[in-house]
């Protein structure tokens, strides 16, 4: 069974920083492209950022600038360094393998989530 398992959520005021995790099995990581999506409360889930196997990556426009997404191969481990943080970044932050594209259809495993809260 796939398991991604992310972590680094928590809560921030504006203008501060998060790193989020998610660690998966050698696998899983080595087959897959690692994608990062959030669902804000009431409104549906968006891609946000991703890397494929060979490091390259992908960041949705409006975020490019501030979040970075990284992975490291050792650790079988996918990063999203999201800094100046604003209270509209609040949401529930997924980690996805699969094909790596915007559209959560082409994603076939999902972590549980983390959150992250950003204060005014």
């Known amino acids: 069974q796939v398991q991604l398992v992310e972590s680094g959520g928590g809560l921030v005021q504006a203008g501060g920083s998060l790193r989020l995790s998610c660690a998966t099995s050698?696998?899983?990581?080595?087959?897959?492209?690692m994608g990062w999506f959030r669902q804000a409360p009431g409104k549906e889930r968006e891609f946000v950022a991703a890397?494929?196997?060979?490091?390259?990556?992908y960041i949705t426009y409006s975020l490019k600038g501030r979040f970075t997404i990284s992975r490291d191969n050792a650790k079988n481990t996918v990063y999203l360094q999201m800094n100046s943080l604003k209270p509209e970044d609040t949401a529930v932050y997924y980690c996805?393998?699969?094909?790596?594209?915007?559209?959560?259809?082409?994603?076939?495993?999902w972590g549980q989530g983390t959150q992250v809260t950003v204060s005014s």
């Open positions: 890397i494929s196997w060979n490091g390259g990556t």
């Open positions: 050698r696998r899983t990581f080595s087959m897959h492209g």
């Open positions: 996805a393998a699969g094909r790596v594209t915007s559209s959560e259809r082409d994603y076939d495993y």
